[in-house]
């Protein structure tokens, strides 16, 4: 990357493609501007158009409810450690409705879920054949 | 670990601190013997009251219930790759009401974390002042 | 790979660079066969030879004994889910001397790490000022 | 969280029931005030309670000593890459005697581990029927 | 997951729907049927058909030639430690042209890098202002 | 660590043993100085020494050419998240001739893989009996 390339695109700044995408992700998730994640995924204009085609048909409301899963993506975020996307979805679960409650509670079963994930590793437990069926 | 160490404790050669456990699990969950996690688990009797505590804790319905907390479970354990894991929480979340479109929708979120979590990572985005709030 | 990559490399059919290694291997560990670890590195007589110099070295006693050494290899290989990793060091710190209670201590520090590890992710803890000093 | 949720609970804001589990780390580790990482799961005093509970019990001297375990639990944060875990635990290390010397050699360690899990995952390697025993 | 969606779903037995992507599958990469890995996320047509979709645009050559892009998704999948992906994307990357040097080769890089991203994270290394620029 | 283990090692301070790696390291390199991860390292100067060795044979060029190494490793770096060695291997990429337009294209492969790492687990999928020949 040139040193612009660490810099975020504006929409000013972007071209007729980048724009395209930055318009539908305002006019769909009712924001004046989008976040810095998206400015950087657009020094790559494809991936900036799959990312947000992909996430936009993942997040809408189905089977589960948007706030369930914000829940789920910070959940998986809290584990990896990636601190922008715990900023990020810990904002867009509070947004859809995640109370200070819920959110303790999340937080309670991620920890536990990477504490035993390492004791069933560690006792190498074989997996119980009622939960294959 | 002797050989032993890597058979399942069973309920006729257990303690009477490590059948107490396995008491309490039955009776709360309802079920007629514990998984092998607990079995393996009992070669440490303190771990395993102390997660037994923890988790009977942790993973009873409050401000979220008990199938969002399952799902959360099973998204962190997918992350980790730890099989044993997903099979046990997996059949958890099925018997807490998760169905097979819930586990889709579930998958996809898990799948799209982990992506855009490198994405974060490796533009170097940084935090949007707005997160902060 | 071919297929027969897939396959150990025997001593009876390994070259002459790679027997020299594995007769290293079974002097300084006082076995008669090398694990298969070895068999199957050495279909990369290079990195065969590297890693296992970089073994000797670090895994030698020093400042730390050579228990404590095994016992950290063996919680680095339980949180990241290496299965081989952690049936081989398992043996290798219950050969040096290595308890049931040991083990079962080791495991709940890499369990309750595990989790603090995320608690401290989730609710993005800033570094203490003394921890610096 | 909202704003506040990102400011550490002090011991005057705290309630009767944090307060006490401040007061018992301070008593128990003899410290004048208690680290940000319980300042900050005060926001959640069940988390808060359960995490210090389990950590009492578990770093307590047992088979193994106070500074292996501290060596263990910050080789698994480095490990995992959480900066707060590795700077704290690498300070409680220090503090019950882990000498420069001796963080080298568990920093090679934890280095050479997470360089052959890979290399085990990666060619396939089949685990040595001997290490089953 | 009923006890059927643990079984792929089968060319013959599959939808419209999921027919028409595995005939993309078999077209564009010129085999006679697809791999488990599709025929499993068939389970839920919109994730099988959004992901065939991302990796046929990802992985087709563009200023990065098809080996290379193989060999980096192996090089993550071993890092990850994800067995499917390794043995899957290890026969593509073959199929590509990537020789049994140019594995060892990745393999040494990959086993490198895991090692020194602890070294960096456990000496809390500062990014040097040059990188930034 | 004391408070200087936290401080890089200058040369002007260095041990010959360590001066010795730097001067290896600059003639190899072609650069002034070296970076910030060889000056922390050097507090523990066996590492330091192995460490290079290793690395100064691992990514010369062999079967496969250096920016292709220096891809793989960013691969690597950016899905374990370790900023500094996104930070450092991005630049030797880039200095090795890696363009945008082929870091935009890395990035979709970690991305991608590390998103069908998780569906490959989260579904159990199996292992084609193909991938074994």
Redesign the interface.
């Known amino acids: ?3 612009s ?2 810099q975020p695109v504006e929409y000013r700044d972007a071209s007729p493609e980048v724009r395209a995408v930055y318009d539908d992700i305002k006019r769909t998730r009712q924001v004046e501007d989008v ?3 998206w400015k ?2 657009a ?2 204009p ?2 900036l158009r ?2 947000w085609t ?2 936009k ?3 809408a409301p ?3 409810d948007v706030m ?2 914000e ?3 910070l ?17 867009a679960a ?1 947004k859809a409705g995640m ?30 054949p ?4």
Chains 1, 2, 3, 4, 5, 6 share one sequence.
Do not use: Q, W
């Open positions: 990357m040139t040193m390339a660490r976040n810095n994640f950087h995924l020094h790559d494809a991936t799959r990312t992909s996430i048909e993942i997040m189905g089977a589960l369930t899963k829940m789920i993506y959940a998986v975020s809290v584990s990896n450690g990636c601190e922008y996307c715990i900023a990020s979805h810990g904002a509070r109370s200070a409650a819920m959110f303790g509670e999340l937080m309670a079963v991620v920890g536990m879920a990477n504490e035993t994930n390492r004791l069933a590793n560690g006792y190498r437990v074989p997996v119980d009622a939960f294959d069926r």
